[in-house]
């Protein structure tokens, strides 16, 4: 299958600065997206850390071994890149007072060999629309998911509960992080939705859905999210990442070709 990708984000209506970075690779077949938090702009400053590192890292890596990689050896690559971003912004953040606790949401996504190698950090997500069915494939760390999980609040109480966006884990802020990794199967035309919660506090799940099936290009979308979002307030950094499953064989090279390959 082939990829294709596109993103955008937005500052939104009520902040001056934009604190989301997302960034991908498609040659590689990478995506990453992050949600920044800290004072003095210092949320940038760990966001756009951790979409560089992991970007200029894991990319270089995945171009180097190629595809030929089995899902395990990239998700240990993919491990140890978040743990060397993690110790790269922890480090800038104890060595300038302005960065003091800086740390960002993570959501990063390999796609190989037919899998997505899903990993993430925090409170923003990602969604698969499959046909019909749209569906959230992380689960957030956050304060407000371990009340739901704990029986403490249902869904719906949820969606209008206060402190919505505490999270318990994020990069950068101790020496060590747990990245949770995720393995999905990826059928052909399915389309993956990375986003920060900017986009799911202003727009519910159905709503998301709707543009998604629509028959707008990739760029279309992701505009018409973003749009939605501010119109419904946009009280929040706005950003999506789309990743496209092409059902179409992959373009060889002319050498592959001539050798048959």
């Not at 629509?214 to 950094?237: C, F, I, P, Y």
């Amino acid at each position: 299958m082939n990829f294709t990708f596109h993103s955008q984000t937005d500052p939104g209506r009520a902040r001056e600065n934009n604190e989301d970075s997302v960034a991908f690779e498609e040659s590689a077949r990478l995506a990453i997206l992050a949600d920044g938090m800290g004072g003095y702009n210092a949320g940038e400053i760990a966001s756009g850390m951790a979409t560089a590192f992991i970007k200029s890292e894991m990319g270089r890596w995945l171009s180097e071994v190629g595809r030929n990689a089995e899902i395990r050896e990239v998700r240990r690559a993919l491990e140890i890149c978040v743990d060397n971003a993690n110790l790269s912004i922890f480090s800038a953040a104890n060595s300038n007072p302005n960065y003091s606790g800086m740390g960002t949401t993570l959501v990063v996504g390999v796609f190989q060999k037919g899998t997505l190698l899903l990993g993430h950090i925090g409170d923003s997500r990602c969604y698969r629309l499959r046909g019909q069915h749209f569906q959230q494939i992380t689960k957030d760390h956050s304060l407000l998911q371990e009340q739901v999980d704990s029986g403490l609040l249902t869904i719906e109480e949820a969606a209008n509960a206060p402190n919505r966006n505490l999270v318990t884990r994020a990069l950068g802020v101790e020496d060590a992080v747990m990245l949770e990794v995720g393995e999905f199967p990826v059928q052909p035309n399915d389309l993956y939705l990375m986003c920060t919660d900017g986009l799911t506090d202003m727009v519910d799940d159905a709503e998301i859905a709707n543009i998604l099936e629509g028959t707008l290009s990739l760029e279309q979308k992701a505009d018409r999210l973003v749009r939605v979002a501010n119109e419904h307030g946009g009280r929040d950094n706005i950003s999506v990442l789309l990743a496209q499953a092409d059902a179409s064989p992959e373009k060889r090279g002319l050498m592959s070709r001539l050798l048959g390959k």
